[in-house]
DNA sequence: GGTCTCATGATTGACGCCGAACGGCTCCTG
DNA sequence: CAGGAGCCGTTCGGCGTCAATCATGAGACC
């Protein structure tokens, strides 16, 4: 293969017309920069350069070399733009992967501020859970996930990993429920109720918190749509145990209440970065824990 | 100014998915190529890979300049295939300047095999007088040079030339001359006619031939055009020394006689190429001269 | 206008030194 | 257990420089 610094020197020669030129331009001696020419000619089997008086000129070879070699000047060039502007934040991406209530409550507004303050970088979003996010960063299609983490599954520890917030668990019934009145409910009241529960990691806290009260609960729906968990609930068909931040994402639903639970549960919510985060995946944590 | 060949091996491990497969690919050795991707992220300041599991994937960064290095590997790629075609002669251009009435005479056949037998090859002709022609080689506009040359005017010797041909000079005179029927014509006879001239070089001759004869020639009409002197003779005009070559490039003109003369004299049509000669120049060449 | 001199560029050869490439080792992961 | 990555120390190639010489226009001066 050809060398492509060859290439460019070959440029500066034919920008410069003189060897010597070249080698002012490129900061090297005038040796250097005949022996590389000479390199190239000898790799390329024809001549590249003639001199006509006291300028060295480009055979037609070497001009049709010359095409390339700007193409590629012009490829590095682009390439050290794309790469400062990573470092600065004035280009490149930034792609985040974070569960669905947090997605609908508190990433929005930092999101914009973001996207206002570094109008260059393009940002995606990816709603997913958890355990997905955390693929999808292992695996390089993300840059920055925000998921959450409690007792039953706990954060990843291989990465940096930062926690937000905690988010406590409420228990959610329907109004016409005899424990609706309670202002704390004991989860163990709710042994005998039929449940309705949310995605993977909802399901496995809720089985972590009912074994501690003593009993196992009877999972009768499974939807991850927390508007669907709260009008089965009015409807009487059963009860959750939703985070605060789920509530607070979905409409008011009429004809259910929600109540803290004893013992008191919290999922934490967190954000991960890999090691090698980009410069824009680092600012953006940044905003969201200052 | 980021190195090319880094860029390069950062396509390679992105393509095989392991800098260990990169270093095979590369015919490298594994910590070279770990060595080239660390010396480029500390230059870019970004970390440019990250592992997911064995396989080392780029990040963002990095895949901002895998367009890059794709795209250098492309003009690579395109340059070779360039610099190969000139010398196969599967591409490339050959640029001809060549004095009028080769070009009219000997040119067109040779010209037409070399391109039937080199499609590839853009042929360029300019109709040049040789002194030009020399100017335009030696400033390497042109790749190849018929030109001629005489006593007065020999060819030059700074560069690659081959004779070609003798092309000997006739005086041209009106039907109505008193020497017309002679078989052979000593210039001196023509001491006292009205000469008319062409070009700088044949005029330089014309002079020298008639200083041999003991005179010196009345110039009174100067045109390049061969036409227009044979025409100027049918009408009486005056006389001329023309090559055969011109008279065979124009058409029969009716009231002009020619012969040899005495001495008789040539101009000897030469080929030139510069040394470092293109491998088209050198294959016309040798079509012109085997 | 011709010649002389000088300045600039190219070339060649020798040489020093940086760093590229390698091998061996350990650690980690699937 | 195998394959890949990271981390050394070592070696050798070749990159770049310096110095000397040659070549060639360009300007000056007569």
New interface residues.
């Given amino acids: 293969?050809?060398?492509?610094?060859r290439?460019l020197i070959l440029r500066e020669v034919s920008r410069h017309g003189s060897k010597a030129a070249a080698a002012r331009a490129l900061t090297l001696s005038e040796p250097t920069v005949a022996h590389h020419l000479a390199a190239l000619e000898r790799q390329?089997?024809?001549?590249l350069?003639?001199r006509?008086?006291r300028v060295t000129?480009?055979?037609?070879?070497g001009e049709?070399?010359l095409?390339?070699?700007n193409?590629?000047a012009d490829?590095?060039a682009?390439?050290?733009r794309?790469?400062a502007q990573?470092?600065d934040l004035s280009?490149?991406?930034l792609?985040i992967a974070a569960f669905t209530s947090y997605c609908a409550v508190a990433l929005p507004s930092p999101l914009a501020q973001f996207a206002r303050r570094y109008p260059g970088v393009e940002v995606g979003l990816v709603e997913t859970e958890t355990d997905d996010a955390l693929a999808l960063l292992?695996?390089?299609d993300v840059?920055l996930v925000i998921g959450f983490a409690d007792d039953a599954t706990p954060a990843p520890r291989d990465i940096a990993v930062k926690m937000l917030e905690s988010d406590e668990y409420l228990a959610v019934m329907p109004a016409t429920h005899p424990a609706a009145r309670r202002p704390t409910i004991d989860v163990a009241t709710l042994a005998d109720d039929t449940w309705i529960s949310g995605c993977q990691r909802c399901r496995a806290h809720l089985h972590a918190l009912a074994n501690a009260g003593g009993f196992t609960p009877q999972i009768a729906f499974q939807t991850e749509d927390y508007v669907t968990v709260q009008r089965l609930i009015a409807e009487g068909l059963g009860v959750a145990l939703l985070p605060r931040m789920a509530l607070a994402a979905s409409p008011e639903v009429p004809g259910i209440v929600t109540a803290p639970t004893t013992p008191t549960s919290y999922r934490e919510v967190f954000l991960a970065v890999?090691r090698?985060?980009?410069?824009a995946a680092r600012t953006f944590a940044g905003l969201l824990a200052p």
Same sequence: chains 1, 2.
């Fill in positions: 293969m050809i060398d492509a610094e290439l390329a089997g024809v001549p350069t003639t006509v008086g000129r480009l055979t037609s070879a049709s070399l095409e390339h070699a193409a590629i490829s590095l682009s390439a050290e794309a790469i990573h470092a280009g490149g991406r792609r292992a695996a390089g840059d890999p090698e985060a980009s410069a």
